[in-house]
Nanobody, 115 residues
Framework: QVQLVESGGGLVQVGGSLTLSCSASASIYPYYTMSWYRQAPGNQRELVAFVTAGGTIDYLTSVKGRFAVFRDDAQNTLSLQMNNLKSEDTAVYYC?????????WGQGTQVTVSS
């Protein structure tokens, strides 16, 4: 089974930037939808951004204009460029791959935005 490993999280000040990366252990081609989710303490996991193999992209309303998601099927990677970070962006960010028959999660990477 494909494994997903996130990296790039850390501590950043309000207004700063971070880029998260998700590396797959095998081809992500079969996984039509690749997504980033996040979960803050006490909150439910929420969808932050997704990109399909067909190129459809969408974002959580609160991150539109600040975050950008990129999918590279040749490199089997998914990334999330996060700019103008706010304290409410603090969460564990998870990479997700979804096909018609399978859903895979990474272990998550912590993003902490300090004021």
């Amino acid at each position: 089974q494909v494994q997903l490993v996130e990296s790039g999280g850390g501590l950043v000040q309000v207004g700063g930037s971070l880029t998260l990366s998700c590396s797959a252990s095998a081809s992500i081609y079969p996984y039509y939808t690749m997504s980033w989710y996040r979960q803050a303490p006490g909150n439910q996991r929420e969808l932050v951004a997704f990109v399909t193999a067909g190129g459809t992209i969408d974002y959580l309303t609160s991150v539109k204009g600040r975050f950008a998601v990129f999918r590279d099927d040749a490199q089997n990677t998914l990334s999330l460029q996060m700019n103008n970070l706010k304290s409410e962006d603090t969460a564990v960010y998870y990479c997700n791959a979804k096909s018609s028959s399978d859903t895979i999660w990474g272990q998550g990477t912590q993003v902490t935005v300090s004021s």
